[in-house]
């Protein structure tokens, strides 16, 4: 994003100079902005929600990131006589059929889940935010071929379409990621092509038009930071999604593969084992349910903040 | 309406279109004789030679894609490799495994959230909104596939109340409700979760309006006001949202009849996908995708019926 601040992050809808009437300076303008900016941190601070989710939002990110540095045993380091243990002070959260330390096995399934996460949520919201923008800004044709695009995708329930690509190509790290962009494109295009339908009319976008901006000028410096802000908000509420599906595809066998340790695969042993020890299970779901929790928190304190419109229904 | 519907109509037309095109390219996207790909490495040579000429894989791709389109429209959706017997004789053994349950978990869902949405509104901040609202957040959190793996530990491991896994006996109904219900459960968790939610939303709204208030001064009785003239309206935001959320259910659908081994439309899809069953994957791929489009064909209309305003957005 650019230095300046733009509107978007003001808060304040988008000014053109002929809409200031004549007795506000644009001192006042920006001090009333930094004023309604210090309002919403300290909004956001006293939002007991917001503030559980940054905390676990906070916890997933630095276990995961640091895993190597906190996990007591090597993630796959087998230990056959204590196979299958509850939690005992050697193994904190039990081990696996093969004795695996499932607390080291829990932390580095994070990272997975974190990579994933981190790059099919930036990657779906960039290509979505663009194909949102050019179907908005665009040909009338452009933008009625990307709506169907957008519903086929849409139409297919995504484990659906992850069992469906599954079966011709097997199972991988790199496909359960192609399933995570491709679904998630069409949310982010949507919100940004109807943003970029409102403010293609707008006084200050024609007045850009008749001073001869080109399209991308126009798209890339007025549009784009304008669109940016409730998709971000959006990208917060498709984290526990992405983590989701991810974890769910290991977990039937179709994502992240034996022996990497992911929350899926956890909880696929698991599952196996389930006649004989409960704890697995257990231990494998707690990380997904609080980092679920976290990211639905933060995205819905930020969205109720900053948006409240958009939590209209939802 | 009549309008509307033929655009609904035509649009929904052209999604189950696209749906096809999309599974059609898939097997054709991947490098390497499709057939090979189609029934992998274990496909004997006649095999391969039988699904070639079955596939009409001699054609050029725009005529197979015709012929496969034409195929499909009419019901017929190729032969289970192993079997020879129609993918659509197998699907329809199997549909109604996943109807009852889909319906099984919706209205369980429903009955429950529903008032609960209403209740919480309409004694806004007492101590059964505030549950409502913990409730909510908490049963949305959680991923279905999660649920349904604890309540299978929780319920039929631990506690033996309910069976773990299959449909039941055929023929014997009681046995099969005993077996729908834990998958039923699992599925409709978090529904119950969003539709008090989304209810409770648009109830508040509603009941804010100037006809409510009348309606109170006229000295009809609350329960009257409540569920005869706000719900009606409130409840016009929840089935889009039903719609919407079918893909989800859907997919919680196939995690359940897969933790459970319910011989569902899930199930069979999941294990063509490992004994590489491809033409059974195709079909079933494709009817759970045609059943989607159609949910979403009907709240759509369902809404333009009760809701004039819609009809001029299309």
Not at chain 1, 49 to 57: F, M, P, R
Not at chain 2, 287 to 292: E, P
Request: aromatic content about 8%; proline content about 6%.
């Amino acid at each position: 994003m650019s230095a300046k601040p733009s509107e978007n992050e003001t808060g304040l809808p988008p000014v053109d100079s002929t809409g200031l009437a004549d007795h506000i300076t644009e001192a006042e303008v920006r001090e009333s902005a930094a004023r309604e900016r210090r309002e919403k941190l300290r909004e956001f601070v006293t939002n007991w929600q917001g503030l559980t989710g940054l905390i676990l939002v906070a916890i997933f990110f630095a276990s995961a990131i640091f895993a190597p540095w906190l996990a007591p045993y090597d993630p796959n380091a087998l230990d056959i006589p204590a196979r299958l243990s509850g939690p005992t002070w050697e193994h904190v959260a039990g081990t696996d059929q093969l004795g695996r330390d499932t607390f080291s096995r829990i932390l580095y399934g994070g990272r997975v889940a974190l990579k994933i996460a981190a790059i099919g949520v930036s990657v779906a919201l960039l290509l979505g935010l663009l194909l949102g923008m050019i179907a908005g800004f665009g040909p009338r044709w452009l933008d009625n071929a990307l709506l169907l695009a957008f519903d086929t995708v849409r139409a297919f329930p995504t484990i659906v379409l992850a069992l469906a690509t599954v079966a011709l190509t097997g199972p991988s790290l790199e496909l359960v990621l192609a399933i995570v962009i491709v679904t998630s494109i069409p949310q982010y295009a949507r919100v940004a092509r109807t943003a970029t339908l409102t403010l293609k009319n707008t006084d200050f976008i024609l007045a850009e038009r008749a001073l001869g901006a080109g399209t991308a000028r126009m798209l890339w410096h007025h549009i784009m930071p304008n669109v940016v802000g409730p998709l971000m908000i959006l990208a917060a509420m498709d984290v526990p999604v992405v983590v989701t599906i991810e974890a769910g595809l290991s977990f039937l066998g179709l994502g992240v593969l034996p022996p990497t340790a992911s929350w899926g695969t956890i909880l696929n042993e698991g599952y196996l084992v389930i006649r004989d020890t409960p704890w697995m299970v257990i231990a494998g779901g707690i990380p997904l349910i609080l980092t679920t929790l976290g990211f639905t928190f933060l995205g819905e304190a930020l969205r109720d903040i900053f948006d409240p419109r958009m939590g209209k229904g939802r | 309406m009549v309008v509307y519907l033929i655009k609904r109509l035509g649009l929904s037309l052209a999604v189950v279109c696209a749906v096809i095109l999309v599974l059609f390219s898939l097997l054709h996207l991947i490098p390497g004789d499709p057939a090979t790909i189609a029934l992998g490495p274990r496909a004997t040579p006649e095999a391969i030679a039988r699904y070639a000429a079955k596939m009409h894989l001699d054609e050029p791709v725009w005529m197979q894609f015709l012929i496969y389109v034409g195929n499909a429209l009419t019901g017929d959706l190729g032969v289970d490799v192993f079997s020879d017997r129609p993918v659509t004789t197998i699907i329809m053994e199997r549909i109604g495994f996943t109807l009852s349950l889909v319906f099984a978990g919706m209205g369980w869902a429903m009955l429950l959230g529903i008032p609960l949405g209403c209740l919480a509104a309409v004694r806004r901040n007492s101590w059964l909104d505030r549950v409502t609202g913990v409730l909510s957040v908490g049963t949305i959190a959680v991923p279905s596939f999660l649920v349904s793996i604890w309540a299978l530990l929780i319920f039929a491991v631990e506690l033996r109340w309910l069976p773990a896994i299959g449909a039941g006996e055929p023929g014997d109904l009681g046995d099969q409700a005993v077996h729908l219900i834990l998958p039923a459960f699992a599925i409709g968790l978090s529904w119950v979760g969003y539709l008090a939610r989304m209810v409770r939303a648009s109830m508040l709204e509603v009941m804010g309006e100037t006809y409510i208030r009348s309606a109170r001064a006229f000295g009809l009785r609350p329960r009257r006001i409540v569920f005869g003239y706000g719900l009606r309206v409130a409840i016009l935001p929840t089935i889009t949202l039903i719609g919407m959320g079918f893909g989800g259910l859907i997919s919680s659908t196939v995690f359940a009849e897969i933790i459970f081994a319910r011989p569902g439309i899930g199930k069979l899809i999941f294990d063509s996908v490992m004994a590489r069953n491809f033409p059974i994957v195709q079909g079933g791929v494709l009817v759970a995708t045609g059943l989607y489009i159609l949910v979403v064909l009907i709240s759509d209309l369902l809404i333009a019926w009760l809701d004039p305003r819609v009809r001029e957005t299309l």
